[in-house]
């Protein structure tokens, strides 16, 4: 199989378990893609690069958060809270942060849209049956440019630890001199390395 938007390559991991043959090819190809897909959840984003148009709703009429984004092509808005994005933003009327792109002294791509020209986001009044309708509709590019060292340091790690689970299905992984040793729930290195990208999101 191919790997789709994996954080490491084939030969990253081999290379890291000092494997030479391509016995387990297809083996290591799933631990890496779903190792993958275990730090886009336990981060609550995604690292690859894709194009798209996605809605959002506003917090308030300047602020609207997002996921992440490279690049903004077209971002409109729903005046009549209708369903109909009728309103085209220019360059001028938003502004991306974090400003230049680093957040915790980390490069990190946008998550936030703040309305700073002529309009305002639509935010429509609780009464209103249109009160939890998003408002804000971005076409643009998201998602992460590169994948960070961190991101792939960690994928390395939590492809071997899943390919290795085929030897201990079970979750035994040996005995010590404290009886059974068992498969922990979190490694401690992936985890540290993936809390700086980690976005706990309230929805």
Do not use: H
Request: charged share 20%.
């Amino acid at each position: 199989m191919a790997i789709e938007n994996g954080y490491a390559t084939l030969a990253d991991v081999k290379a890291a378990l000092r494997i030479t043959d391509n016995v387990d090819d297809a083996l290591l190809e799933i631990s890496i893609e779903a190792a993958s897909r275990e730090i886009d959840g336990w981060c609550e984003r995604f690292f690859y690069s894709t194009s798209a148009t996605r809605v959002y709703l506003p917090t308030d009429g300047l602020t609207t958060y997002t996921d992440d984004i490279q690049s903004v092509t077209t971002l409109k808005v729903d005046t009549g809270g209708d369903g109909v994005f009728d309103q085209t933003w220019t360059t001028s009327d938003y502004q991306l942060s974090p400003l230049n792109g680093i957040a915790g002294g980390i490069e990190t791509p946008f998550n936030t849209v703040s309305a700073i020209g002529d309009y305002l986001f639509p935010i429509y009044q609780p009464r209103n049956v249109e009160a939890q309708q998003a408002s804000v509709q971005i076409e643009g590019v998201f998602g992460f440019a590169s994948i960070p060292t961190a991101v792939k340091q960690a994928c390395i790690i939590l492809s071997m630890r899943q390919f290795k689970r085929y030897d201990s299905p079970t979750g035994v992984m040996g005995f010590g001199d404290l009886g059974v040793m068992r498969v922990g729930r979190v490694d401690p290195d992936v985890e540290k390395l993936l809390m700086p990208f980690r976005r706990v999101r309230t929805a």
